[in-house]
């Protein structure tokens, strides 16, 4: 797949491209899987989540999960919960311990396709959010990426993705606490924002954790209620976090090229497809 390796120490990851099974989980395929934690898809909503396959042409991506989008509340969206429970959990709340103690870090990576960029609520639809008010989050706010923590001590954003959104996005959040507070966003491999001075201790609250829908009473990173969000309308294929780990620009790029075209492979394809084509006309 690609031609890059994914960056190894991940704690949690999934992947629509191996949740084969037809079930409602969406598993951690992390080995062991160490955090108990997987996600539980809505199926039951009037506008379900739904698998979806051939959706890309990335070689790393076969299949996605489909959210229907254009919801407020616990719905349309994938809860995280306790391995064969259906027990709201936060990563502060992990089966093996706490994430989010103040001084540890996080790095969160998804890959994700919208289906509009235009949207209703003032701050966009829910990627990812964890822990309520005092938590994070990750969320497309019309033809912009933000990404939040600690009740709105920290925002930044990306500059418009309009030009990318026909295809799977890639986007990787970093809170550095031992650096400073210091906030990272990239898209597609490369540092889109920064910031530093962030305060706060945990980086997360007690709340459950979700993809694409709010998780539990709060909104991750902005807090009181919904928060004038609603939940995602697009495409989700993969996503990863990084317990007490800041990924480095050159890890994100990594991570980006294990799951893109190998371009070598594609100019070698392009090469043969031309000269096959001379070789014929050469012969009539």
């Known amino acids: 797949l690609g031609h ?7 704690g949690f990851y999934v992947d629509a ?29 009037e506008n379900p989540v739904t698998r979806v396959t051939g959706v890309s042409s990335y070689p790393g991506i076969s299949a996605a999960y489909n959210f229907p989008g254009g919801q407020t509340g616990n719905v349309a969206g994938a809860a995280m919960v306790t391995t064969g429970t259906t027990t709201p959990r936060s990563f502060q709340n992990a089966a093996d311990g706490d994430w989010t103690n103040a001084g540890q870090d996080v790095s969160l990576e998804l890959w994700f396709r919208p289906s509009s ?26 033809d912009l990426i ?8 920290g925002i930044i954003s990306s500059s418009s993705i309009s030009g990318i959104a026909g295809e799977f996005i890639q986007v990787v959040g970093v809170w550095d606490f031992t650096a400073g ?4 966003l990239y898209v597609n491999g490369a540092l889109a924002s920064t910031t530093s001075g962030i305060t706060g201790g945990d980086w997360s609250g007690g709340d459950g954790a979700a993809l694409g829908t709010r998780g539990q009473a709060n909104t991750g990173g902005i807090g009181n209620g919904q928060a004038d969000t609603e939940s995602f309308d697009g495409e989700m294929a993969i996503f ?4 007490d780990r ?30 096959l084509l001379r070789r014929r006309r050469s012969q009539r």
């Open 246 to 275: 800041v990924l480095t620009a050159s890890e994100v790029a990594d991570n980006y090229n294990a799951v893109i075209p190998e371009p070598s492979a594609t100019l070698f394809c392009g090469l043969g497809a031309i000269a």
């Open 181 to 184: 507070g210091v906030m990272n």
């Open 17 to 45: 491209s191996l949740d084969t099974d037809g079930d409602d989980r969406w598993e951690d395929q992390t080995a062991g899987n160490p955090t108990g934690q997987e996600f539980l898809l809505d199926l039951t909503s």
């Open 240 to 243: 990863r976090a990084y317990r």
């Open 146 to 153: 933000d990404f939040r923590r600690a009740n709105g001590a």
């Open 4 to 10: 890059g390796a994914v960056t190894a120490g991940y």
């Open 117 to 142: 960029l235009s949207h209703t609520p003032t701050n966009g639809q829910t990627l990812f959010e964890d822990g309520g008010g005092t938590g994070i989050g990750l969320f497309l706010n019309d």
